[in-house]
Nanobody, 127 residues
């Protein structure tokens, strides 16, 4: 089990960029599947991206080509680089993790694949 803390959210204009960070404590994330989800007001939480233990990653279609997920195991941190932000990217962004013995990255788009969650960081994009 890990404790996750997101940071880096804020307000930007349409077309701008932000980088979110998710720092873990309580365990090392090198053997964890890590993911980012988001939830807009009045909407269900949706998967954004995930990064596997071996570094492979997946992204949801709405963010493909604009968002990049990466991990720095030495810093126990996962990042979400967000470029070309759109108003519809406005949401609370959550970091999630699933660890040993069998991280469930194979179904990364499902909330139930992740056991540990952060408190979220708000991203607001204005036109």
């Amino acid at each position: 089990q890990v404790i996750l803390a997101e940071s880096g959210g804020g307000s930007v204009q349409d077309g701008g960029s932000l980088t979110l960070s998710c720092t873990a404590s309580g365990d090392t994330i090198s053997s964890y599947c890590m993911g980012w989800f988001r939830q807009a007001p009045g909407m269900e939480r949706e998967a954004v991206a995930a990064i596997y233990v071996d570094g492979r990653n997946s992204r949801a279609e709405p963010v493909n080509g604009r968002f990049t997920i990466s991990r720095d195991n030495a810093k126990n941190t996962v990042y979400l680089q967000m470029n070309s932000l759109k108003v519809e990217d406005t949401a609370m962004y959550y970091c999630a993790a699933d660890g040993p013995p069998s991280p469930r990255c194979s179904r990364w788009w499902e909330e139930k694949s992740f056991a540990d969650w952060g408190q979220g960081t708000q991203v607001t994009v204005s036109s």
